[in-house]
RNA sequence: GGGCUUGUAGCUCAGGUGGUUAGAGCGUUACACUGAUAAUGUAAAGGUCCGUGGUUCGAGUCCACGCAGGCCCA
């Protein structure tokens, strides 16, 4: 026996058994191993992070990983893949915390830094386990035995030498962001505490709408000419006055329609023109102002204040135009008091223009940034730009109104208050908001003012309202090399293409500096030490640490103690055993040029900059492995989740752009999510999240796999049902693994053996071999197509048609005499050797995608031979099919007619069983002959070519052809709409219609001469030519027809009494061969065969076709007898019951 | 609110550059086959192609505006 049999199969078992291989043989070292010497295919992974479980995604997206890399394989290349663990980060800090049922504030106090991330170091690896056995069981070919580390001194050390490079280009500097800020607690609060619940509070706030005075200039023409030469003011609204005197820009909607109103100020009463929103015109002017009398104004009670719209365009045209500072305290650095557009502006509140002040609002920080707008600032006794607003939410001195006023009134004690209160004169305190008001009021500045209610954020510490406030922050200047970025993007190829272009490609456009700031504990400290008066220190190694702790250790600058901690780093240096994290760094101190003691800058970095760097710091660049590196960079291939699009993706580009003037990936496919099958997200809370590991051990890796890959392109989000694997199962599986049991079921009956000599030569195989083997060489080349374009999906779907129609359905269905017939002949052989190379170009096709069946496959198909090829080298001297190189396309093989022949063939035989079906005739009743109309010799040569295909597949004595010349053929005739298109345009109707209504003779005049006088109304229509219609065949008057897509049939229903009796001989064959089957006969056991005469005509049919049902059913006799036999059984047939006696003949 | 994306049969998906009768698999129903048989084949039923406008002789396909879902950002 040379092919293993499986009564029932197992795909999960398969797996087990094909990775135990795998383990014991180390075949993923081997894949490598074979390949040494070849070009690389370099692929980076994506770092998860361990400290949480695997899910079902990640099945998916590691699967896609897999399939590239694997193909690459086959295809020569060699292909490493280091693994990687990302390990830093928020989410651990919050896992550790809740673990240890502590917050961030407790660190430090209640434990210590040092424990605080031991804690996270082991909680980081906790589920490495859990991982690591996913990896295996899915078939993922990665090498876990060296992983990178993101945690460890030498990635560390790695990224240090990165942000010293951007230090060295200028690309790294401190600024600040906006952030929520609680001058009550004087310290800024994550996002995480912003949203904890109470936070947010219904307050009672001095909202005011302000008006800013329009600057005469070109682009403002339009305004003061729509408001002839008169003044021009915009309006912007604020709940927050005591920002305004940081005002540097008004950002409108570019969408947004604004009007210019005159009108009158409600305060000074003086005449103005306002722009603002036209839907929001109503907020401020009552309807019985419009349009009203502003002669009699001035003489009025000035209750009704009169308006009208002078003007109305699109926030577009409002761009670049200048306006007056409203509350001139500060000057700014360079030009500012510009209109800029913002995708932010809503026409919910205000006036469809808002107020931005760059130094206290997020979005008006990035859009002022974006647009070239300085904010206002003041320089503090050490030079540095800081806000109008001190730390405890006062303003500066330079407020000279409100000199170290607090900004909001809450900040004031009860005490506090009471003198402010006696300082300003009043009964009552006013608050800064109130007292801008007044002054604005007083200077024909302000339109309106109100109290507003609104929810404001407030510290959960102190309770007193937070102010966004900037604050420290070091940044990578991305937007100095933004276009650089988007240039080489341009070079990527993204799959799908809309990731790269839109997603990626207008967030690149859009970038603002990259905050890499991240005041927390575990993670990758910024490697800056700075003086308190600003001298800094960028550390890029732990060489240049080493000597600057020993260039410190000699200055007087540093105190004992000081030196003290530094002589203890030095001391873990020596025995290396230091740590990189805090607080290990923070307790170095080093001594600037000028002598100053520096300190590390607090900050850790972002933990996006520990995955993007990984393309260095996964190999210790540049201090170790540089020809490594050089040969692995940049990456030919990447494969992350689509979310990843501003994390990771992001970051590889940033650094490797910036730096090295490169991108870090040729090709990225971003993978969608996977839902449930509802399409709602899988999460662990709702229930609805699937176990990865169950699914794997009770369906199996492969068609796990195969499903994820073919139900739907990676991009798209895959609705996630077992089903599905189920339907892959039984559907793609189940029929190769039926086909592989075919052949190797035969192929040991018949003593067969594969070979890879002495093959029957391709000129003499059968026209059925010579077609399945042209599709399988299609097939090759289309497989190919995909993979190298990054499509798996259209990949596996082709595989997977040609295995289910082509391969098993047609191909085997209609070759099983071939194998199950008679002694070995060049035709059995052929049949054989055609079947198992299909079998192992199949196995090798789909094994990327499902590579413990692909192997499994392989591995039964060529295990016999492997010895005789190991000593011939040849072909198969591979054990795995991951070792084996890409089956060659090979054209000579493909047959382009004769697959468009096979293709007829099985759309007649399918237009038969049809008509049969319909009149119900069973394809064992043989029929006498059916007529096929062609219009065209070529079509009836290709037809021809199958005929016997066609004959025996439908059980039909003769097709017969019916061609133009009988006389007979009914035709049909059809606009050709695509090529009438052009000429006739609108007058299709009437053309239509003509053509529709043709006569035979008409028709046949047009076939004759080419075209047809037409005689139509219509001067262009004179004519109709032969190429504007489509001439069809649809009837066969007298038949029974059945026509699709351009093919009729029309079958010769007559059953004459030889027919008759065939059938019911072949009906009486399979009612044997089914008693044999029932008593457990043999397949090569002889019977004879007793049959009682009950009926004439039974008896007739079977006489009449004694030979061949011997011959079918393998018997030596067939006696006609007049009595019952004794033991006789019975069996129904449709019109007759059999009494028959069957026995083996021993 | 912005960027990107998806919407076609009960379910999962195909439908180059517009061409009039929109396809496949699963499921359902019926039938056939019975030496691939806990397989297999054939057929039928099943569709306001998310909606509304527009361009066009002609729109599932192109354009605009919506609706619903998703991701990222604010």
Redesign the pocket.
């Known amino acids: 026996m040379h092919y293993k049999e499986y009564k029932s199969v197992n795909y999960a078992a398969i797996a087990d058994e094909i990775l135990e291989f795998w383990k014991q043989n180390k075949i993923f070292e081997q894949s490598i191993e074979v390949r040494e010497g070849s070009p690389a295919f370099t692929f980076y992974e994506g770092p998860p992070s361990a400290n949480g479980t695997p899910g079902i995604h990640h099945v998916m997206a590691r699967t896609i990983k897999d399939i590239f890399c694997r193909y690459k394989t086959l295809r020569g290349y060699q292909v490493k893949r280091k693994g990687g663990w990302d390990t830093h980060g928020l989410p651990i800090e919050l896992q550790v915390e809740k673990e240890l049922g502590i917050t961030k504030e407790d660190i430090g106090v209640k434990i210590s830094v040092e424990d605080y991330n031991k804690q996270c170091r082991e909680t980081v690896m906790r589920f490495t386990d859990q991982w690591n056995d996913l990896t295996e069981k899915m078939g993922y070919w990665v090498d876990l035995d060296d992983p990178y580390i993101t945690y460890k001194n030498e990635y560390i050390e790695s990224i240090w030498y990165l942000l010293k490079e951007f230090y060295k280009k200028g690309l790294l500097y401190k600024g600040y962001t906006i952030q929520p800020y609680s001058p009550a607690a004087g310290t800024g609060l994550s996002s995480h505490e912003l949203n904890m619940p109470g936070t947010y509070k219904e307050v009672k706030d001095t909202s005011l709408t302000a008006q800013f005075k329009v600057k005469k200039s070109e682009k403002s023409d339009f305004l003061f000419e729509a408001a002839k030469g008169d003044n021009v003011y915009i309006l912007a609204w604020t709940t927050t006055p005591w920002t305004l005197p940081a005002n540097s820009a008004l950002t409108v909607g570019k969408g947004i329609d604004y009007v210019l109103v005159h009108t009158f100020n409600p305060y000074t009463y003086l005449p103005v023109n306002v722009v603002l929103a036209k839907v929001l015109v109503n907020k401020y002017l009552s309807e019985k102002g419009h349009e009203g009398d502003f002669e009699g104004f001035e003489a009025s009670d000035k209750k009704i204040i009169p308006w009208t719209v002078l003007a109305e365009f699109k926030g577009s045209e409002l761009e670049g135009i200048e306006y007056e500072q409203l509350l001139p305290y500060v000057q700014p650095e360079a030009a500012a008091f510009r209109v800029i557009i913002g ?2 502006v ?1 026409t919910e509140d205000g006036t469809g223009v808002v107020h931005t002040s760059p130094t206290f609002g ?2 008006d920080f990035r859009v002022a940034q974006q647009n070239g707008i300085p904010p206002i600032m003041i320089k503090d006794e050490t030079g540095k730009d800081v806000p109008i607003v001190d730390k405890r939410g006062r303003f500066v001195k330079e407020i000279t109104d409100f000199a170290l006023d607090y900004v909001k009134e809450q900040y004031l004690t009860d005490a506090e208050k009471e003198t402010e209160r006696q300082k300003q004169g009043r009964d009552k305190y006013l608050s800064v908001d109130e007292r801008i008001s007044i002054k604005l009021k007083t200077e024909n500045k302000a339109f309106n003012v109100q109290k507003f209610d609104h929810p404001y954020p407030h510290c959960w510490r102190t309770d007193k309202p937070v102010l966004y406030y900037p604050l420290d922050s070091w940044f990578i200047r991305t937007t100095a090399m933004k276009d650089r970025l988007v240039a080489l993007n341009k070079t990527i190829n993204w799959q799908p293409e ?2 790269g272009t ?2 990626f490609g ?1 967030w690149l456009e859009n970038a603002v500096d990259w905050n890499l700031s991240r005041s927390r504990y575990w993670g990758t400290p910024l490697p800056i030490w700075r003086s308190e008066d600003g001298e800094e220190v960028c550390i890029g190694s732990l060489e240049e640490l080493k000597n600057g702790i020993l260039h410190a250790q000699k200055d007087d600058a540093l105190s004992i103690e000081q030196k003290q901690k530094n002589a203890y780093f030095l001391e873990l240096l020596a025995e290396n055993k230091e740590d990189l994290h805090r607080p290990f760094v923070d307790e170095v101190y080093l001594v600037s040029t000028s002598g100053k003691v520096m300190q590390r800058e607090s900050d850790l970095i972002d933990v996006w900059f520990d995955s993007g760097a990984m393309p260095f710091a996964q190999w210790h660049y540049p201090f170790e492995n540089k020809e490594i590196f050089d040969n692995s960079y940049p990456a030919d291939f990447i494969s992350e989740g ?2 990843q ?2 994390g990771w993706f992001f970051t590889l580009h940033a650094i490797s752009g910036m730096l090295y003037d490169s991108i870090a990936f040729k090709n990225v496919v971003s993978t969608g ?1 996977v839902l449930d099958k509802n ?1 709602n ?1 899988m999460s662990k809370r709702l229930g609805n999240a699937v176990n990865p590991f169950e699914t794997l051990a009770q369906y199996g890796a492969d068609p796990t796999r195969w499903y994820m890959i073919t ?3 990676p991009w ?4 996630f ?1 077992v089903e ?1 694997i189920t ?1 892959v199962q ?2 793609f599986f ?2 190769l693994t ?2 592989y ?2 052949f190797a079921l035969y192929a040991n009956l018949d003593n067969y053996k594969m070979t890879e000599f002495d093959r029957v030569p391709y000129e003499r195989l059968p026209e059925m071999d010579r077609w399945i083997l042209s599709k399988l060489n299609t097939l090759v080349k289309e497989v190919a197509e995909q993979y190298e374009t990054y499509n798996p999906t259209k990949a596996g779907r082709l595989v997977q048609d040609f295995v ?1 129609d082509q391969l ?2 047609w191909y ?2 209609l070759c ?1 005499r071939r194998f ?1 017939q008679g002694e070995m002949t060049e035709n059995k052989q052929a049949a054989y050797e055609t079947l198992q190379h299909c079998l192992v170009v199949v196995s090798q096709l789909m094994s990327p995608i499902a590579p413990f069946y692909g192997d499994w496959l392989y591995r039964n198909m060529t295990d016999c031979i492997r010895e005789e090829a190991k000593a011939k080298r040849t072909h198969f001297l591979h054990e795995s099919v991951h070792f084996t190189t890409w089956h060659e396309y090979d054209a000579s093989m493909v047959d382009t007619d004769l697959e468009e022949s096979m293709e007829l063939a099985q759309r007649i035989s ?1 237009l038969v ?2 008509l049969r ?1 319909i009149h119900k005739i ?3 009743q043989p029929l006498q002959r059916v007529l096929i109309p062609v219009l065209s010799e070529s079509t009836r040569e290709k037809i021809r070519h199958v005929e016997e295909i066609i004959k025996s597949e439908v059980n039909i004595k003769a097709v017969e052809y019916l061609d133009d010349d009988s006389g007979i053929l009914k035709k049909k005739v059809k ?1 050709n ?2 090529v ?3 000429k006739y ?2 007058d ?2 009437e053309v ?1 219609n003509f053509i529709n209504s043709m006569t035979g003779e008409q028709l046949k005049e047009l076939e004759k001469s080419g075209e047809l006088y037409t005689n139509s109304a219509l001067a262009t229509f004179s004519y109709l030519k032969l190429e504007d219609v489509e001439i069809l065949t649809e009837d066969v008057p007298g038949w029974l027809v059945a026509s699709e897509g351009g093919i009729t049939v029309a079958l010769d229903m007559t059953i004459s009494e030889e027919l008759r009796n065939e059938g019911i001989a072949r009906d009486f064959v ?1 009612r044997i ?2 008693y ?2 029932d008593n457990g ?3 090569i056991d002889k019977i004879v065969i007793s049959l009682y005469n009950n009926s004439e005509m039974l008896v007739n049919a079977i006489e009449a076709n004694k030979e061949y049902i011997c011959q079918e059913v ?1 018997a030596l006799s067939l006696a006609i007898v007049q009595d019952s036999p004794q033991d006789a059984s019975q069996i129904e047939m449709d019109e007759f019951l059999l009494i028959v006696k069957v026995n083996v003949v021993k």
Do not use: I, Y
Request: charged share 35%; with cysteine.
């Open positions: 995708d932010f809503t997020a979005d809309s990731t839109g997603r207008n689509v979310d699009t501003r999510l399409g997200k139900n739907a392109e798209d989000n895959l609705k049902n599905g339907e039984r559907k189940g029929t039926n086909t049991n075919f289910c098993s359905n085997v269905r099983r199950w399918s069983h049809s079906k069973k394809v064992r606009p709409f695509k009438l298109g052009p345009g609108k299709m109707k239509g399979n061969q089914n044999r089957k006969f043999e397949v393998q």
